[in-house]
């Protein structure tokens, strides 16, 4: 074998050579793990569990490397629902022996049942919960949480003998007695539940005396009373029940009511603070609202402020450009900026710079129009010609030529056959030019045209 | 007679089956011969007289 304490392999020695360790005591304790064990075993096949997990839990202490002595406390924990406490000792069994190892079995057994694992889970959730609940003084819904955990894993036994405690506290005896019998058809020795029928069978012997006697005495008096008639006997049947009845309205009733009305305090209580809080975020989140639309709307002001200095910056370039575009004697460019112009944005400065502008470049570009568009007109080229008079015309109308636009565009919108439009071009020429050549010009015309 | 509450202390929450690993993790699993071997060494340590 090899020593404990540095690993060097020893004979025969009681003592190991290289670092004195004591191996005669080293097998000592290994013997009483596994005398431990032994005694865990028998235990369990007596069906003396919790002892079992005693002697199997020293065992364990003595010597963590005993797996028999793991994986049969793991198996006493799960024949008692206790799964998860089952499960980890199975895993630290596999931690030290991995091959080989039975507590692989049982693992893989549970784990290819998950529904099941589930089942034995929520068992223990409801356990756990029933403490909670006893804690907080609600027995009967601690009741409900241990019979659904013990329907979910019948040999719970913890589960079974909390709800024992349950009853006894209730004083339904007979009922508590019940799961304590089921207790230890499982763990014959199971110290609560020992402890539970003990305490009570003291408590219901002097009873059952007493009720011998009572019953004696009832003996005796029905002999006494075999004088009654069958009516009467009828009658004693009903008051005795009126009796039972109100002795159960004085007594149960008002328990259970008291009960009720706790459970109903206590959820009125959640449910106004509930409430409460749902004011409180309601309040905040519209105060949230309000702020942020606030917000929006000064970012919205600031938006429209700064579009309209966007604007009229722009526009005063354009004023710029204009100018520019007039110097180089580009008149048409510089007339359809200035055109382009939203004289609303501008401020009153540039306004006046823009008119003085616009009086040079208008002039020049109607004139540049005109010539363009006679140009045009001439060759028979009448759509650039009518986009140039109508250019011209849109920039100046009271020039020397002015007259002959409004005759030329008549002349075109004819060539078109826009009758129409060609009649009020002429008469637009009569009315506003009259005695000039145009004016002339376009009364011959539209006396041809009715 | 039975202390209700005396009686309750003596039940315990269960270990449920989410909670293993963290069981088994913040266990260190000692035994007696764990305790030997450290008195061994902790002798073996000091100094001879």
Known sequence: MNCPACNNEIKQANRCPICQFDIAL?????????????????????RELTAAIDSLTKAIEFDKTNIDARNLLGLIYFEMGQVGQALTEWIISTHFKKEDNIANDYINQIQNNPRKLDLYNDSIRMYNQAIEYIRQRSEDLAIIQLKKAIQESPNFVEAYCLLALCYIAEKDKAKALSYIEKVLEIDISNPK?????????????????????????????????TYFSPLGQIAGFIVGAICTAALLFILVIPDKTNALNRQIADLNAENQRLEEEITKITRESQET???????????????????????????????SQAETLYNSSNFAEAASLLMSIDLDVISEENKTVYDQLA??????????????????????????AKLNFEKSYL?????????????????IYEAENNIEKAKECYQQAIDQYKGTDGANSSRRRLNNLQ | MLDFKEEL????????IDHIEEAIQSNEVKDILDLLTQITKNIESKPKE
């Open chain 1, 26 to 46: 080293y097998r000592k304790i290994k013997d009483i793990s596994s005398r431990l064990y032994n005694k865990g075993l028998e235990q369990a096949h007596n």
């Open chain 1, 193 to 225: 539940a020992l402890r539970y029928q003990k305490e009570l069978k003291s408590s219901v012997r002097p009873q059952t005396n007493d009720r011998s006697k009572t019953v004696g005495k009832h003996e005796t008096k029905r002999t006494r009373q």
């Open chain 1, 289 to 319: 609202i309000s702020s942020l639309e606030e917000q929006l709307a000064t970012m919205q002001e600031t938006n429209d402020e700064l579009q309209k200095k966007q604007n009229a910056i722009e526009e005063a370039q354009k004023i």
């Open chain 1, 359 to 384: 009086g040079k470049v208008f002039k020049e570009a109607g004139r540049y129009h005109y010539n363009t568009g006679l140009n045009s007109y001439s060759k028979g080229d009448y759509d650039n």
């Open chain 1, 395 to 411: 920039y100046v109308k009271d020039q020397y030529y002015s007259d002959n636009v409004l005759y030329y565009l008549g002349r």
């Open chain 2, 9 to 16: 202390r003596k039940f315990k929450p269960i270990l449920e």
